[in-house]
Structure formats: C-alpha cells, structure tokens
C-alpha cells in the first residue's frame, strides 16, 4: 500500500455510528484520512474548509438525504469535481440509476462488503484525474 501512505483525504457522511465507525475503521486501515460527518449539514460545513479527493455518502440521512446533498454538491463548482460513492441500506430497483442521476460516481449497498468498499473506495480514488 505504499501507493496510499500520502492518504488521501476522504469525508464520511454516515448518521448511523456504528457503520461509521466501521468505515472509518476500513479507510483508516487502508491509509486514508477520514473526515466524518453524521449529517448532509455537516458535511456541507466540513466542506467549506476542506477538499477530500473522495466523498462516501449514506443515502438515508436525517434531514437532507445523500441523493438531495449530492446534487447540491455537483451544483456548486467548489465541490463539483469530487467524486461522490453512494451507500443505501436497501437495494431497490432503480436505486443504482438514481444515484446516478443525482451525481454519484458509484454505488455500494449495506451491509458492506469489505472488499467490494475498499476496491470501489481505489477505483474512485484512481479515476479522479480523469473526471
Ligand atoms: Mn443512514
């Protein structure tokens, strides 16, 4: 992993603390930094004085949801550019194609499989030059 030892900087937007800490637990084990936010809220306020390379957002949140606080993001030219990788907690039909939509460049499903967060965690991370 001497690839990630500059760990790149990554915002957690999670309301639930337990799969929180276990994302965190994941990112960091990898190298990553990690910034978490419970909230879209929080996340909004993290981001007016940070610049992660990535942004792993819960689509069920309290308040303004992922999709909604994706949107806003790729509204906003300060925040267009990060690559976002969409969690949801109940895979419906059509879920994939509406975090799409929204903006996400990716899409994972709770429970989280190790390796499938962590290789889509590499792959976004990877691909941000060309976005
Ligand atoms: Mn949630």
């Given at each position: 992993m001497g690839a990630r030892m500059a760990g790149e900087k990554i915002l957690l937007v999670e309301d639930n603390p337990v799969n929180r800490r276990l994302a965190v637990f994941l990112l960091r084990s990898q190298g990553y930094q990690v910034l978490e936010a419970a909230t879209a809220q929080e996340a909004f306020a993290i981001l007016a004085s940070e610049g992660p390379h990535l942004i792993v957002m819960?689509?069920?949140?309290?308040?303004?949801d992922g999709l909604e606080a994706t949107k806003k993001l790729k509204e906003q030219p300060g925040t267009a550019h990060i690559p976002v990788l969409a969690v949801t907690s109940y895979a419906m039909k059509g879920d994939r194609e509406k975090a799409l939509a929204a903006g996400c460049a990716g899409y994972i499903t709770k429970p989280i499989d190790k390796n499938t967060f962590i290789q889509e965690v590499a792959a976004l991370l990877g691909n941000k030059s060309r976005i």
């Open positions: 819960d689509i069920q949140l309290p308040g303004m």
